[in-house]
């Protein structure tokens, strides 16, 4: 089958991110014998010009497009993701009667409200190499497509079963110049290349969806496998990495191997990731460092300790800082995340959240008003009981939590905290 792949984001939050689920898609293609081609549908000028000359010289039997990101998550600029993929969708259809199929994590939230909209012939809710592939060999074979796990078809209720895959080690990773490919007029020294090294997560944070897209089981790819996939990137000139991982330092023991296997595989690498603030002794700090940690996101979402139980966090203030105090000591630098007006959020517990925000004094930091809602999560079942949302309401444009009676304060409140802190970066 020859196989257009479609990279959906449009618009740049905060820096260029090249296409690793699509990546992945590429080499699980390939690697299963059918051709495939690239294109990245981007902010450049003419894109959809350019993708109906792409489609006319290929002549695609099937076309992928991946949604990855839904929304910015931003209640205050709030930026819908959704609507290019809707118009590449279109586009395709002008262009070629090859079927459209939409995959993503974005599109694994709300499989049938995107498939809907987009106007896409099918969708893969989940991880979707085996899934993608065994569609691909039913369509060549013209056999039936249905027991395909993760399969949505326009019509018929997604019946919840995501696709997975639970052997990483199975299949390929992506390669540099052949199936990630930086658009041209992007600038190779603000490109950070993803890397994925585990799937899955049971931390169950109220307002996280990564369970519902990855599932609560772990899966690892082998340490070694992962540090070459670095290398091979680094012999094509990338140095930056952000390794995409929910949690890196979880668990540690493989946090360990992962980052010796970098400092023998890889030299020279610098990256990013997410931290958990809990479970990362001096020993791991010490060992991301020399493995070529230069910055890590850092997961508490807020400062008062009731807020944090009500986020389900396993971890308290002090924990944060001793955390952020063992990262200091190796100079890894330190971004966070104060996610504000979530359920039962008052003012008194805003004031703590800055108050220990201040006191980590972070090299960067985001502040949100509001708590985007997804399905099947916990915080999904408070706003309906709140009245914020009625269950089963299309929350496909962004929905956000925000304790009742808090908005106004809340933004002045944010408002004049950034203002008094005219140095700081906010993101």
């Given at each position: 089958?020859k196989?257009?792949?479609?990279y959906?984001?449009t618009?740049?939050?905060?820096?260029?991110?090249?296409?690793?689920?699509?990546g992945?898609i590429?080499?699980?293609?390939?690697?299963?014998g059918h051709e495939?081609?690239?294109?990245?549908?981007t902010d450049?000028?003419?894109?959809?010009?350019?993708?109906k000359?792409?489609?006319?010289?290929?002549?695609?039997q099937?076309?992928?497009?991946c949604?990855?990101?839904?929304?910015n998550?931003?209640?205050?600029?709030?930026?819908?993701?959704?609507?290019?993929?809707?118009?590449?969708?279109a586009?395709?259809?002008?262009?070629?009667?090859?079927?459209?199929?939409?995959?993503?994590?974005?599109?694994?939230?709300?499989?049938?409200?995107?498939?809907?909209?987009?106007?896409?012939?099918?969708?893969?809710?989940?991880?979707?190499e085996e899934s993608?592939?065994?569609?691909?060999?039913?369509?060549?074979?013209?056999?039936?497509?249905?027991?395909?796990?993760?399969?949505v078809?326009?019509?018929e209720?997604f019946?919840?079963?995501l696709?997975?895959?639970?052997?990483?080690d199975?299949?390929p990773?992506?390669l540099?110049?052949k199936?990630?490919?930086?658009?041209?007029?992007?600038?190779?020294?603000?490109?950070?290349?993803?890397?994925?090294?585990r799937r899955g997560?049971?931390?169950?944070?109220?307002y996280?969806?990564?369970?519902?897209i990855?599932?609560?089981?772990?899966?690892k790819?082998?340490?070694?496998?992962?540090?070459?996939?670095?290398r091979?990137?680094?012999?094509?000139?990338?140095?930056?990495?952000?390794?995409a991982?929910?949690t890196?330092?979880?668990p540690?023991?493989?946090?360990?191997?992962?980052?010796t296997?970098?400092?023998?595989?890889?030299?020279g690498?610098?990256?990013q990731g997410?931290?958990?603030?809990n479970?990362?002794?001096?020993?791991?700090?010490?060992?991301?460092?020399?493995?070529?940690?230069k910055?890590?996101?850092?997961?508490?979402e807020?400062?008062?300790?009731d807020?944090?139980?009500?986020?389900n966090?396993?971890?308290?203030?002090?924990?944060?800082?001793?955390?952020?105090?063992?990262?200091?000591a190796?100079?890894?630098g330190?971004?966070?995340f104060?996610?504000?007006?979530?359920?039962?959020?008052?003012?008194?517990?805003?004031k703590k959240?800055?108050?220990?925000?201040?006191?980590?004094k972070?090299d960067?930091?985001?502040?949100?008003?509001?708590?985007?809602?997804?399905?099947?999560?916990?915080?999904?079942?408070?706003?309906?009981?709140?009245?914020?949302?009625?269950?089963?309401?299309?929350i496909?444009?962004?929905?956000?939590?925000?304790?009742?009676?808090l908005?106004?304060?809340?933004k002045?409140?944010?408002?004049?905290f950034?203002?008094?802190?005219?140095?700081?970066?906010?993101?």
């Amino acid at each position: 089958m020859k196989v257009l792949l479609i990279y959906t984001v449009t618009e740049n939050v905060n820096i260029p991110v090249l296409p690793l689920g699509l990546g992945c898609i590429a080499a699980a293609v390939e690697s299963k014998g059918h051709e495939f081609s690239l294109f990245n549908a981007t902010d450049a000028p003419d894109s959809l010009k350019a993708l109906k000359e792409r489609i006319r010289e290929f002549q695609p039997q099937v076309m992928g497009l991946c949604a990855r990101n839904v929304d910015n998550q931003d209640r205050t600029k709030p930026l819908f993701l959704i609507e290019p993929v809707k118009k590449i969708a279109a586009a395709c259809k002008e262009a070629s009667a090859a079927p459209v199929v939409i995959g993503g994590a974005g599109f694994t939230m709300f499989p049938d409200e995107i498939l809907a909209y987009s106007g896409g012939d099918l969708g893969v809710a989940g991880q979707g190499e085996e899934s993608f592939c065994e569609l691909l060999d039913r369509m060549e074979q013209k056999a039936a497509l249905d027991g395909i796990p993760g399969l949505v078809v326009p019509g018929e209720p997604f019946d919840g079963r995501l696709a997975a895959v639970r052997n990483l080690d199975a299949w390929p990773l992506p390669l540099p110049e052949k199936h990630m490919i930086v658009p041209e007029h992007w600038d190779l020294k603000s490109v950070m290349v993803p890397i994925q090294s585990r799937r899955g997560c049971a931390l169950d944070c109220s307002y996280c969806s990564t369970k519902n897209i990855e599932g609560r089981i772990l899966h690892k790819r082998s340490p070694d496998t992962v540090a070459e996939n670095v290398r091979k990137f680094m012999d094509k000139g990338f140095r930056y990495f952000f390794i995409a991982d929910n949690t890196f330092n979880l668990p540690p023991s493989y946090a360990r191997a992962l980052c010796t296997a970098l400092e023998e595989r890889a030299p020279g690498a610098k990256w990013q990731g997410i931290i958990y603030p809990n479970m990362l002794g001096d020993d791991l700090a010490q060992a991301m460092a020399r493995a070529g940690c230069k910055a890590v996101s850092l997961g508490f979402e807020h400062g008062d300790e009731d807020m944090l139980r009500t986020f389900n966090k396993r971890f308290g203030p002090e924990k944060v800082r001793e955390v952020s105090k063992r990262l200091k000591a190796h100079d890894i630098g330190q971004s966070g995340f104060l996610l504000l007006g979530g359920p039962g959020e008052t003012k008194e517990s805003v004031k703590k959240a800055f108050a220990f925000l201040e006191s980590l004094k972070l090299d960067a930091m985001r502040i949100t008003q509001g708590v985007r809602i997804y399905p099947k999560t916990a915080v999904y079942e408070q706003a309906v009981a709140k009245g914020i949302i009625k269950r089963d309401q299309n929350i496909l444009q962004p929905a956000f939590y925000v304790e009742p009676g808090l908005e106004e304060w809340l933004k002045n409140a944010v408002a004049e905290f950034q203002a008094s802190h005219p140095d700081w970066m906010f993101l």
